[in-house]
């Protein structure tokens, strides 16, 4: 369940308590290994589907693996 508070911007420690209990947080997890990224929106990699993969498994496609 989100428990994300409404109307306001959170603390550095809310945000923190947030992600914790809200996993994945913030985190892009890869579609196709279930691991984080270590990207965000801004610079995702997406694979031919329009999901958002690690760079070792856009690397993979990439290749033709």
């Not at 994300?4 to 923190?16: F, I, K, M, N, Y």
Request: a negative charge.
């Amino acid at each position: 369940m989100n428990t994300l508070p409404e109307g306001r911007a959170l603390t550095q420690c809310e945000h923190e308590s947030c992600n914790r209990s809200n996993y994945p947080g913030t985190r892009q997890i890869c579609a196709q290994c279930d691991e984080p990224t270590g990207r965000c929106e801004e610079d995702s990699l997406l694979n031919d589907a329009g999901e958002t993969v690690c760079e070792g498994c856009y690397q993979n496609v990439d290749n033709g693996n």
